[in-house]
């Protein structure tokens, strides 16, 4: 296998909005590279990245998929992104270990949600970024529109570096602007193309836009910029030097413009990334930190190699593979890297180039490249490999929190095991996915980014792990509390055999502010109660708040009072404290006005201007309260308090309201007291619940 220096690799990832086409364009990569014979096509499931069954199956991509060709002399590695918001941790992990981005948007649908995510993303990690703007040969495709929509969400330095001719169905012809000509592409998905000089309009069009190239290379270099002044312009020469810097410095922003499933725009698009996109030099040096914790800087000419990981996969026959870039010397087969993060010695194994699922073994891997390995014993997303005397860890990327959860229900008993096994390596491998064993509801809660990727998770616990279950909604962490002063004298008293059991608790209880917890006291005077039975009250009180009164749910935000009692010299024992610690304290619990409380979430929503009078009544069927709303862009963002009980499945029904052009997010703020009727009812599930657990007993 050929070697590459650091600066002839092109990392970047394909991200962008669903279905904008980005597997395709991948696809005319590999054809125009000439790693494959002829293009794929998603219909059939005969496309390079999306290998895996469900991806064929649902006609989407679902994982990052690593791919590589070579163009102009320069290796391209390329990722390959899932557009469905779902499966944005994909993107993420992809774009961590790249060094520019290529946005892809749909010249029919123009800007969507996933294209704003896709550049807040590339933003976040300081990469350049370049706009591919795809299916200019579909009916009512419309460049201009999309150009002026990135002009005005994105900024002046969006530039076209290529217009679409004949844009429609049949489109084939592109204006280059840096070279002033005509490139009519070949009807035959080949991506083969012949060029002729600009003329007439075309031609003024391409000057034009070719001085404006030349006012945004100069004002990315200040030398540059004196020779503009001095000379009035500057050679073609001078601006091509300057367009790398340029790119890099986001000075510009280019836009390409092509289709896809014919591959046309797509070759000129890789002589670009060839001549001018960025190399692992343009980040010469990576900030870190040692192992104590203080920031250092890996730098591509270290000799101590440092090897990142930004996905694991388990693929059939094969395990867990490794995705990994290295960002200073030599990964090597055979080589002992330590693992920073949870400090282990880790063995690589085979390295592998990969084309979705073709692998191509090679012995080393320089640094700035990335490739695969497979069956590291501990190693997982987001950690660093080092050389075993060079501690550095490489900051991980923060991915979104799950804003979609359902409960495991298994269909037969004894798999619970197998359950944990399965949920425990597909949270390794997928850092969205989540899940929590909750001891206080008896659920196992799944967590993740949408119904789709609790779905995909689901399908891959049944097949991999061989368990049966169903998802149900999960229950709800309700809280039990009361509202006025209460008291309560209880005696127990128990005649056995021999020795009996006596205690009489003596109880009050009050309110307390939210948020409060419980506060035990005790204001014992006199002989009458033994102060070594002041723990076993506590004991029992303690078990009668984890157990609730009303419904089974924790009691909370109250102060109890242990102010006296009797006892008996031969029969007061710590049980019969405990049980009528316990007895008292639901006996007072129940004369204080109790009631339930229920969670409230903050809820954050993006969402299109159009689509605002569809969320914000359907958040006030859900009982919700609007808080504020801001501007972002185009999109609108409501802050809002909804009941956790309401907001189920939410993230689905916001996407079918605004076409999937909203995105939330939600967490925990604080309880609130519940309306009568809801707790009426809640509590007489429970009441039903308890019933037919104990065969109504």
């Not at 870039?325 to 087969?333: D, H, K, L, M, P």
Request: with cysteine; aromatic share 8%; charged share 25%.
């Amino acid at each position: 296998m050929k070697e590459y220096s650091s600066g002839d690799i092109r990392n970047f990832a394909i991200v962008g909005h669903a279905t904008s086409g980005k597997t395709m364009l991948s696809e005319c990569m590999l054809v125009c590279g000439g790693t494959i014979g002829r293009l794929g096509s998603i219909a059939n499931g005969t496309t390079v990245s999306d290998y895996h069954e469900s991806e064929q199956k649902r006609k989407i991509s679902i994982h990052a998929t690593l791919l590589n060709t070579e163009w102009l002399g320069k290796k391209f590695n390329l990722i390959d992104t899932p557009g469905y918001l779902d499966f944005s941790s994909e993107a993420l992990g992809a774009l961590r270990v790249c060094d520019f981005s290529l946005i892809t948007v749909h010249a029919v649908d123009g800007l969507g949600l996933g294209t704003e995510q896709a550049w807040k993303y590339a933003t976040d990690f300081s990469i350049p970024k370049a706009v591919v703007v795809n299916m200019v040969d579909k009916e009512h495709a419309d460049f201009d529109r999309v150009l002026a929509q990135l002009k005005e969400r994105f900024g002046p330095k969006v530039f076209p570096m290529a217009l679409p001719i004949d844009q429609g169905v049949g489109f084939h012809k592109v204006l280059d602007v840096m070279r002033s000509e005509i490139i009519t592409y070949a009807p035959d998905g080949s991506g083969k193309y012949g060029e002729v000089p600009a003329e007439g309009e075309w031609a003024d069009k391409a000057k034009a836009l070719h001085q404006e190239l030349i006012e945004h290379t100069a004002e990315a270099d200040d030398k540059l910029l004196e020779k503009f002044f001095e000379q009035g312009g500057l050679s073609e020469e001078e601006m091509r030097a300057g367009v790398h810097t340029a790119f890099q410095k986001a000075e510009i922003i280019p836009v390409f413009c092509t289709a896809a499933e014919t591959n046309v725009g797509v070759a000129r698009l890789m002589d670009f990334i060839a001549k001018y996109g960025s190399s692992p030099v343009d980040r010469v040096k990576v900030g870190a930190l040692d192992g104590n914790d203080n920031p250092v800087d890996v730098a591509l000419t270290d000799p101590n190699t440092v090897v990142y990981v930004f996905k694991t996969l388990n693929e059939a026959h094969i395990g867990e593979v490794s995705f990994f870039r290295v960002y200073s010397g030599t990964a090597r087969f055979g080589q002992d890297l330590f693992n920073t993060d949870r400090h282990t010695t880790e063995r690589i194994g085979q390295i592998s180039l990969l084309n979705g699922k073709t692998r191509t073994p090679v012995t080393t891997l320089a640094a700035g490249d990335i490739g695969v390995t497979v069956k590291l014993k501990d190693t997982h997303t987001g950690n660093t490999l080092c050389s075993p005397d060079h501690n550095v860890r490489l900051p991980k990327v923060e991915f979104p929190k799950p804003n979609i959860h359902a409960a495991l229900k298994l269909k037969s008993k004894g798999e619970e095991d197998k359950v944990a096994q399965g949920l425990a390596a597909l949270a390794n491998e997928d850092p969205t996915f989540h899940y929590s064993v909750d001891s206080e509801l008896h659920q196992t809660v799944l967590s993740g980014q949408g119904e789709l990727h609790l779905q995909v998770i689901s399908e891959r616990l049944r097949t991999r792990y061989k368990v049966d279950f169903d998802l149900v909604a999960p229950k709800i962490r309700f809280r039990e509390t009361i509202k006025a002063r209460g008291e309560s004298k209880y005696r127990h008293k128990k005649q056995t055999g021999g020795a009996g059991q006596f205690a009489e608790v003596w109880m009050r209880v009050e309110p307390l502010a939210r948020g409060s917890g419980v506060e035990f006291t005790e204001s014992l005077v006199g002989q009458n109660v033994d102060r070594a039975f002041v723990p076993s009250v506590e004991k029992g009180v303690n078990s009668a708040c984890t157990e609730g009164v009303l419904a089974g749910y924790r009691a909370v935000d109250l102060k109890i009072d242990f102010y006296d009692g009797k006892m008996h010299p031969v029969d007061s024992k710590d049980v019969a404290f405990q049980i009528a610690g316990k007895e008292a304290f639901r006996e007072a619990f129940q004369a204080a006005r109790p009631c339930l409380l229920e969670p409230i979430h903050t809820v954050e929503i993006k969402v299109p201007d159009d689509g605002m009078g569809n969320v914000i009544g359907d958040l006030s069927s859900r009982r919700g309260k609007i808080l504020g709303m801001d501007t972002d862009g185009g999109y609108q963002v409501i802050k809002a308090q909804v009941p956790a009980m309401e907001l189920y499945q939410y993230s689905t029904v916001l996407r079918s309201l605004t076409g999937g052009r909203a995105v939330h997010k939600e967490e925990f703020d604080h309880y609130e007291e519940m309306p009568k009727e809801l707790e009426a009812k809640i509590i007489a599930e429970a009441k039903k619940a308890r019933e037919e657990l104990h065969g109504h007993a």
